[in-house]
């Protein structure tokens, strides 16, 4: 679970470090700066790369996968049941 948050925090970072970029190329263009405007570029794709990369559903992320952490007779995969709620 704390690995799960460490990815939303690096996600959302990631998607400040693409609004950065946005914002410098904004500037480099009003400006006609070209380095700021590939700079901003650069940052764009970086931040996008990373939000994708840190949203991505990895395998060990499925249900009744255990952590490599955890050892296999703590608990078994059926003991934690996380149900989404079925009315609002």
């Not at 998607?15 to 263009?29: C, E, M, P």
């Not at 996968?65 to 003991?79: F, N, R, S, V, Y």
């Amino acid at each position: 679970m704390v690995r799960m948050e460490l990815r939303v925090v690096l996600a959302t970072l990631s998607v400040f470090i693409a609004l950065g970029g946005i914002g410098l190329s904004i500037h480099g263009s009003l400006y006609y700066l070209d380095r700021e405007i590939w700079a901003g570029v650069i940052a764009i794709a970086i931040g996008i790369v990373g939000c994708v990369t840190m949203l991505t559903l990895w395998p060990r992320d499925l249900p009744g996968k255990t952590p490599h952490e955890q050892a296999a007779g703590d608990a078994g995969p059926h003991e934690h049941h996380h149900h989404l709620p079925t009315q609002f």
